[in-house]
Protein backbone atom coordinates (compact mmCIF):
# COMPACT_ATOMS: atom_id res chain seq x y z
CA UNK A 1 0.00 0.00 0.00
CA UNK A 2 2.90 2.32 0.47
CA UNK A 3 4.45 1.40 -2.66
CA UNK A 4 0.66 2.95 -4.25
CA UNK A 5 0.54 5.86 -1.98
CA UNK A 6 4.34 6.77 -3.06
CA UNK A 7 3.02 6.03 -6.85
CA UNK A 8 -0.01 8.10 -6.85
CA UNK A 9 1.78 11.13 -4.81
CA UNK A 10 4.59 10.83 -7.44
CA UNK A 11 1.52 10.84 -10.54
CA UNK A 12 0.58 13.77 -8.45
CA UNK A 13 3.16 15.62 -8.42
CA UNK A 14 4.48 14.89 -11.61
CA UNK A 15 1.18 15.76 -13.27
CA UNK A 16 0.81 19.60 -11.36
CA UNK A 17 4.76 20.37 -12.79
CA UNK A 18 3.56 18.94 -15.97
CA UNK A 19 0.86 20.80 -16.19
CA UNK A 20 2.25 24.41 -14.98
CA UNK A 21 5.04 23.96 -17.94
CA UNK A 22 2.36 23.10 -20.67
CA UNK A 23 0.28 26.18 -19.90
CA UNK A 24 3.53 28.46 -19.93
CA UNK A 25 4.92 26.80 -22.85
CA UNK A 26 1.30 26.65 -24.66
CA UNK A 27 1.06 30.49 -23.99
CA UNK A 28 5.14 30.85 -25.88
CA UNK A 29 4.09 28.57 -28.94
CA UNK A 30 0.90 30.82 -29.33
CA UNK A 31 3.22 33.97 -29.08
CA UNK A 32 5.53 32.48 -31.68
CA UNK A 33 2.90 30.91 -33.91
CA UNK A 34 0.83 35.01 -34.07
CA UNK A 35 3.95 36.49 -35.22
CA UNK A 36 4.52 34.00 -38.00
CA UNK A 37 1.29 34.83 -39.01
CA UNK A 38 1.97 38.06 -38.96
CA UNK A 39 5.10 37.21 -40.88
CA UNK A 40 3.01 34.75 -43.62
CA UNK A 41 0.81 37.68 -44.46
CA UNK A 42 3.95 39.53 -46.04
CA UNK A 43 5.89 37.19 -47.35
CA UNK A 44 4.71 35.91 -51.03
CA UNK A 45 3.49 32.49 -51.73
CA UNK A 46 6.49 31.67 -53.57
CA UNK A 47 8.67 32.86 -51.31
CA UNK A 48 11.49 30.47 -50.06
CA UNK A 49 10.62 32.46 -46.81
CA UNK A 50 7.08 31.22 -46.62
CA UNK A 51 8.48 27.23 -47.02
CA UNK A 52 10.14 28.28 -44.14
CA UNK A 53 6.79 29.58 -42.39
CA UNK A 54 5.10 26.37 -43.04
CA UNK A 55 7.86 24.10 -41.31
CA UNK A 56 7.27 26.90 -37.94
CA UNK A 57 3.70 26.26 -38.54
CA UNK A 58 4.20 22.61 -38.33
CA UNK A 59 6.58 22.82 -35.76
CA UNK A 60 4.03 24.66 -33.70
CA UNK A 61 1.46 22.75 -34.14
CA UNK A 62 2.89 19.29 -33.07
CA UNK A 63 4.03 21.39 -30.07
CA UNK A 64 0.97 22.24 -29.33
CA UNK A 65 -0.66 18.62 -29.87
CA UNK A 66 2.16 17.78 -26.96
CA UNK A 67 1.01 20.10 -24.58
CA UNK A 68 -2.58 19.38 -25.19
CA UNK A 69 -1.61 15.76 -24.05
CA UNK A 70 -0.12 16.69 -21.22
CA UNK A 71 -2.58 19.39 -20.27
CA UNK A 72 -5.15 16.50 -20.29
CA UNK A 73 -2.94 14.24 -18.06
CA UNK A 74 -2.58 17.03 -15.63
CA UNK A 75 -6.13 18.06 -15.11
CA UNK A 76 -7.57 16.79 -12.06
CA UNK A 77 -9.65 14.48 -14.33
CA UNK A 78 -13.05 15.19 -13.03
CA UNK A 79 -15.25 12.40 -14.89
CA UNK A 80 -18.67 12.95 -15.33
CA UNK A 81 -20.35 9.91 -14.55
CA UNK A 82 -23.32 7.77 -15.53
CA UNK A 83 -24.77 4.78 -15.28
CA UNK A 84 -22.97 2.35 -18.15
CA UNK A 85 -22.97 -1.04 -19.75
CA UNK A 86 -19.63 -1.62 -20.75
CA UNK A 87 -20.56 -4.41 -22.96
CA UNK A 88 -22.29 -1.36 -25.56
CA UNK A 89 -19.06 0.84 -25.09
CA UNK A 90 -16.84 -2.01 -26.02
CA UNK A 91 -19.04 -3.11 -29.16
CA UNK A 92 -19.12 0.39 -30.06
CA UNK A 93 -15.62 0.86 -29.67
CA UNK A 94 -14.59 -2.76 -31.80
CA UNK A 95 -16.51 -1.32 -34.74
CA UNK A 96 -14.38 1.97 -34.57
CA UNK A 97 -11.29 -0.32 -34.51
CA UNK A 98 -11.77 -2.84 -36.78
CA UNK A 99 -12.40 -0.11 -39.47
CA UNK A 100 -9.41 2.14 -38.15
CA UNK A 101 -6.64 -0.70 -37.10
CA UNK A 102 -4.25 -2.04 -39.92
CA UNK A 103 -6.37 -5.11 -41.94
CA UNK A 104 -3.55 -7.99 -40.39
CA UNK A 105 -4.74 -6.96 -36.76
CA UNK A 106 -8.13 -8.91 -35.90
CA UNK A 107 -10.62 -7.63 -33.36
CA UNK A 108 -11.90 -9.53 -31.36
CA UNK A 109 -15.28 -9.14 -29.09
CA UNK A 110 -15.65 -11.07 -26.00
CA UNK A 111 -18.36 -9.96 -23.43
CA UNK A 112 -19.63 -11.52 -20.50
CA UNK A 113 -23.93 -11.81 -20.67
CA UNK A 114 -25.55 -10.02 -17.83
CA UNK A 115 -22.65 -7.60 -17.07
CA UNK A 116 -23.24 -5.17 -13.54
CA UNK A 117 -23.73 -1.80 -14.57
CA UNK A 118 -20.77 0.64 -13.99
CA UNK A 119 -20.31 4.42 -13.02
CA UNK A 120 -18.30 5.97 -15.66
CA UNK A 121 -17.91 9.10 -17.85
CA UNK A 122 -18.08 7.45 -21.70
CA UNK A 123 -15.54 9.51 -23.22
CA UNK A 124 -13.07 8.88 -20.65
CA UNK A 125 -14.01 5.01 -21.40
CA UNK A 126 -13.92 5.60 -24.53
CA UNK A 127 -10.17 6.99 -24.12
CA UNK A 128 -8.95 4.30 -22.18
CA UNK A 129 -9.82 1.77 -24.85
CA UNK A 130 -8.65 4.10 -27.31
CA UNK A 131 -4.82 4.70 -25.27
CA UNK A 132 -4.80 0.62 -25.07
CA UNK A 133 -5.31 -0.48 -28.14
CA UNK A 134 -3.31 2.24 -30.18
CA UNK A 135 -0.15 0.03 -27.35
CA UNK A 136 -1.92 -3.29 -28.65
CA UNK A 137 -1.41 -1.83 -32.36
CA UNK A 138 2.25 -0.91 -31.83
CA UNK A 139 3.29 -4.03 -30.02
CA UNK A 140 1.67 -6.17 -33.14
CA UNK A 141 3.91 -4.67 -36.27
CA UNK A 142 2.95 -8.36 -37.90
CA UNK A 143 -0.64 -8.60 -37.27
CA UNK A 144 -2.09 -10.38 -35.14
CA UNK A 145 -5.28 -10.85 -32.70
CA UNK A 146 -6.66 -7.18 -30.40
CA UNK A 147 -9.46 -8.96 -28.08
CA UNK A 148 -11.88 -6.65 -25.58
CA UNK A 149 -13.36 -8.76 -22.80
CA UNK A 150 -15.69 -8.38 -20.39
CA UNK A 151 -16.15 -10.25 -17.10
CA UNK A 152 -17.30 -9.99 -13.56
CA UNK A 153 -14.92 -10.11 -10.67
CA UNK A 154 -14.96 -10.74 -6.81
CA UNK A 155 -12.09 -9.04 -5.44
CA UNK A 156 -11.33 -10.46 -2.04
CA UNK A 157 -9.73 -8.20 1.00
CA UNK A 158 -6.64 -7.23 0.92
CA UNK A 159 -6.11 -8.03 -3.01
CA UNK A 160 -2.95 -6.91 -4.46
CA UNK A 161 -4.35 -4.44 -6.21
CA UNK A 162 -4.94 -2.31 -3.24
CA UNK A 163 -8.98 -2.05 -4.02
CA UNK A 164 -11.43 -3.12 -1.56
CA UNK A 165 -12.98 -5.85 -1.80
CA UNK A 166 -16.41 -6.05 -3.36
CA UNK A 167 -17.71 -7.00 -7.53
CA UNK A 168 -15.97 -5.38 -10.19
CA UNK A 169 -16.11 -5.01 -13.80
CA UNK A 170 -12.83 -5.97 -15.39
CA UNK A 171 -12.80 -4.64 -18.80
CA UNK A 172 -9.75 -6.20 -20.70
CA UNK A 173 -7.51 -4.76 -23.78
CA UNK A 174 -5.45 -7.89 -24.73
CA UNK A 175 -2.79 -8.37 -27.62
CA UNK A 176 -0.45 -11.20 -29.28
CA UNK A 177 2.00 -9.04 -29.78
CA UNK A 178 5.74 -8.97 -28.30
CA UNK A 179 5.06 -8.17 -24.98
CA UNK A 180 7.60 -6.98 -22.37
CA UNK A 181 10.15 -7.44 -20.00
CA UNK A 182 9.50 -6.71 -16.20
CA UNK A 183 11.62 -4.48 -16.15
CA UNK A 184 9.78 -2.57 -19.26
CA UNK A 185 6.61 -3.19 -17.44
CA UNK A 186 7.45 -1.98 -13.84
CA UNK A 187 7.64 1.33 -15.45
CA UNK A 188 4.80 2.08 -17.96
CA UNK A 189 2.55 3.90 -15.44
CA UNK A 190 5.41 6.80 -15.17
CA UNK A 191 4.30 9.96 -16.73
CA UNK A 192 6.96 10.19 -19.88
CA UNK A 193 8.13 6.83 -19.78
CA UNK A 194 8.31 5.25 -23.34
CA UNK A 195 11.00 2.76 -25.28
CA UNK A 196 9.37 3.88 -28.44
CA UNK A 197 11.75 6.10 -30.75
CA UNK A 198 11.61 10.01 -29.72
CA UNK A 199 8.73 11.24 -31.82
CA UNK A 200 6.60 8.94 -31.66
CA UNK A 201 5.69 8.22 -28.28
CA UNK A 202 5.06 10.92 -25.26
CA UNK A 203 4.85 8.00 -22.76
CA UNK A 204 1.59 9.66 -21.40
CA UNK A 205 -1.29 7.25 -22.63
CA UNK A 206 -0.71 4.50 -19.99
CA UNK A 207 -0.46 7.45 -17.33
CA UNK A 208 -3.69 9.35 -18.98
CA UNK A 209 -5.41 5.39 -18.21
CA UNK A 210 -3.98 5.41 -14.17
CA UNK A 211 -5.22 8.19 -13.79
CA UNK A 212 -8.79 8.34 -15.14
CA UNK A 213 -9.06 4.69 -13.76
CA UNK A 214 -8.02 6.11 -10.69
CA UNK A 215 -10.69 8.74 -10.80
CA UNK A 216 -13.29 6.08 -11.12
CA UNK A 217 -12.29 4.78 -7.93
CA UNK A 218 -10.82 1.52 -10.33
CA UNK A 219 -7.27 0.59 -11.49
CA UNK A 220 -6.14 -0.53 -13.99
CA UNK A 221 -3.42 -3.94 -14.17
CA UNK A 222 -1.27 -5.21 -16.75
CA UNK A 223 0.30 -8.93 -17.27
CA UNK A 224 2.82 -9.31 -19.69
CA UNK A 225 4.66 -12.10 -21.49
CA UNK A 226 7.81 -11.51 -23.99
CA UNK A 227 6.68 -12.76 -27.32
CA UNK A 228 3.35 -13.27 -26.48
CA UNK A 229 1.26 -11.15 -25.55
CA UNK A 230 0.22 -8.37 -23.28
CA UNK A 231 -3.15 -7.85 -21.39
CA UNK A 232 -4.40 -5.02 -19.69
CA UNK A 233 -7.65 -5.23 -17.21
CA UNK A 234 -9.56 -2.43 -16.12
CA UNK A 235 -11.88 -2.17 -12.82
CA UNK A 236 -14.39 -0.30 -12.33
CA UNK A 237 -16.39 -1.01 -9.52
CA UNK A 238 -19.88 -2.74 -10.23
CA UNK A 239 -23.31 -0.80 -9.36
CA UNK A 240 -25.79 -3.29 -7.76
CA UNK A 241 -29.00 -4.58 -9.67
CA UNK A 242 -30.85 -2.20 -10.91
CA UNK A 243 -34.77 -2.43 -12.05
CA UNK A 244 -33.57 -1.49 -15.61
CA UNK A 245 -30.28 -1.06 -17.48
CA UNK A 246 -31.06 2.21 -19.19
CA UNK A 247 -30.30 5.00 -17.74
CA UNK A 248 -33.53 5.69 -15.59
CA UNK A 249 -33.45 7.45 -12.03
CA UNK A 250 -33.68 5.57 -9.25
CA UNK A 251 -36.87 3.90 -8.43
CA UNK A 252 -39.04 5.48 -5.53
CA UNK A 253 -38.87 3.54 -2.37
CA UNK A 254 -42.07 2.08 -1.48
CA UNK A 255 -43.73 3.34 1.58
CA UNK A 256 -43.23 0.73 4.31
CA UNK A 257 -46.43 -0.07 6.27
CA UNK A 258 -45.99 0.79 10.18
P1 LIG B 1 3.87 5.59 -25.42
O1 LIG B 1 2.89 4.67 -26.11
O2 LIG B 1 3.81 6.99 -25.92
O3 LIG B 1 5.25 5.04 -25.36
P2 LIG B 1 2.47 4.77 -23.02
O4 LIG B 1 2.39 5.39 -21.67
O5 LIG B 1 1.17 4.52 -23.70
O6 LIG B 1 3.39 5.72 -23.88
O7 LIG B 1 3.27 3.41 -22.94
C1 LIG B 1 4.51 3.34 -22.27
C2 LIG B 1 5.33 2.13 -22.71
O8 LIG B 1 4.69 0.92 -22.28
C3 LIG B 1 5.47 1.96 -24.23
O9 LIG B 1 6.51 2.76 -24.74
C4 LIG B 1 5.79 0.46 -24.33
O10 LIG B 1 7.15 0.20 -24.03
C5 LIG B 1 4.99 -0.14 -23.18
N1 LIG B 1 3.71 -0.73 -23.64
C6 LIG B 1 2.49 -0.20 -23.48
N2 LIG B 1 1.54 -1.00 -23.99
C7 LIG B 1 2.17 -2.09 -24.47
C8 LIG B 1 1.74 -3.30 -25.12
N3 LIG B 1 0.45 -3.54 -25.37
N4 LIG B 1 2.70 -4.21 -25.48
C9 LIG B 1 4.00 -3.97 -25.22
N5 LIG B 1 4.48 -2.85 -24.61
C10 LIG B 1 3.58 -1.92 -24.24
Given at each position: L??????????????????G??????????T??????L?AN??????????????????????R?????L???????E??????N????L?E??D?????????I?V??????E??????D????????????????????D?????????????P??HA??????????????????G??????????????????????????L????G?M??H?G??????V?????????????LP???S?????P????????
Amino acid sequence: LEAQLAHAQKMEAVGTLAGGIAHDFNNLLQTIQGYAELLANRADSHDIDRQRLDKIFDAVQRGRELTRNLLTFSRKMEPHLRRLNLNRELAEMQDILSHTLPKMITVRLETAPELPAVHADPSQVAQVIMNLAVNAKDAMPDGGTLTLKTQCLTLPQGHASGLKPGDYVCLSVEDTGTGMPETVRQRIFEPFFTTKPSGSGTGLGLSMVYGIMASHQGTVLCHSVPGQGTRFDCLFPALPEAASEVDSPPRQQAPTAP
